[in-house]
């Protein structure tokens, strides 16, 4: 009886020190079915509207009683439910009727309430600096959030731009290497925090928690990045490529259209100056690097030195 009873306990411990990370393991392998799923479904129904710009009224005003606001939801209601399976669709004010939780845990650690608008997500969607002899202002009307629930159980917030541009400036070859700087902003027509499990938790970003963004009107990208915590190292695009690749097999440098997805999503991963895995147009020896901060991309010189090195998991 004492040697069973040892023999049990033993189980136990060696039991209650492994099931954690199985556990662990398969929510991450769940999750990562789960993300991949999603966003093929997210392509081919983004593939099937002819525009993604124009959609609801968008109109400012001085007070809540002359401001009109549908852009998101009417993106929603009159575009995307239109090639997608979606059972619920809710406002900015009703976002827990959707599945989704109040806060988020981000990338970085913290807790945050869940953005109800566009500038809410990402500040620099409406900012006035100026510095060294440049003006980095930009502004655009704030938008307000709508969320929706589709048929396989996931929670989703759009935030939505109805004057997004059609113009992908990033497939244009830049007149000098670090003086082209292009605005990120303007191509954003759609963004979607998704929550994989409605709000049962861990509501963390990077498990549960992702984002998906659509550059341009038409001819649209959808990307939905899934980035790593950020290094901090002195290096050049090819030590940083060796980095990536070398960290984990499924892990790259992010493309550019990856970095303003990151860039986008501003609340909910931690960002900087960083580069991409992306060659400009005309120029093998340069990439893009993106001040996501500021939501400007620029040309850049491959070995040129740099500080921040951010992965993304494919």
């Known amino acids: 009886m004492a040697e069973i009873l040892l023999s049990l306990t033993i189980i136990g411990v060696v039991a209650a020190i492994t099931l954690p990370s199985l556990t662990g393991n398969i929510n ?56 997608l399976k979606i059972n619920n669709i809710c406002d900015s004010e009703h976002l827990a009727d959707c599945g989704i939780a109040s806060k988020f845990t981000t990338a970085a650690g913290s807790i945050i309430s869940v953005p109800k608008t566009l500038v809410e997500l990402n500040p620099y969607f409406d900012f006035s600096r100026s510095e060294n002899g440049y003006d980095w202002t930009y502004s655009q009307t704030d938008t307000k959030a709508a969320a929706f629930e589709t048929q396989n159980g996931e929670s989703i917030i759009a935030y939505y731009n109805p004057a997004c541009s059609a113009n992908n400036k990033f497939e244009e070859t830049p007149p000098a290497v ?20 409605g709000n049962k938790g861990p509501n963390t970003v990077g498990k549960d928690i992702g984002f998906m963004s ?22 050049d695009f090819y030590g940083a490529l060796k980095f990536c690749r070398e960290s984990d097999e499924n892990t790259r440098l992010p493309n550019v259209y990856e970095a303003a997805s990151m860039f986008y999503n501003y609340r909910l991963h931690p960002t900087g100056v960083f580069i991409t895995s992306t060659s400009v147009p005309d120029r093998p020896n340069q990439i893009y690097r993106f001040h996501a901060g500021l939501g ?3 040309a850049y010189l491959k070995d040129a030195a740099i500080d921040d090195v951010y992965c993304v998991k494919r």
Do not use: H
Not at 178 to 197: E, H, K, S
């Open 296 to 298: 400007y991309a620029q």
């Open 214 to 235: 659509v550059l341009f009107a038409t001819d649209s990208v959808v990307v939905a990045p899934n980035p790593t915590n950020a290094i901090y190292k002195s290096t």
């Open 178 to 197: 670090g003086v082209y700087w292009i605005r990120t902003q303007p191509f954003m027509c759609a963004n979607f925090v998704y929550d994989l499990n």
């Open 28 to 83: 991450e392998r769940t999750w990562n079915t789960q993300r991949k799923a999603l966003y093929a479904r997210f392509s081919q129904a983004i593939a099937l509207m002819p525009a993604l710009n124009g959609y609801g009224t968008l109109v400012e005003g001085n007070d809540s009683t002359s401001a009109v606001d549908t852009a998101a939801e009417t993106f929603v209601t009159d575009g995307l439910s239109k090639v």
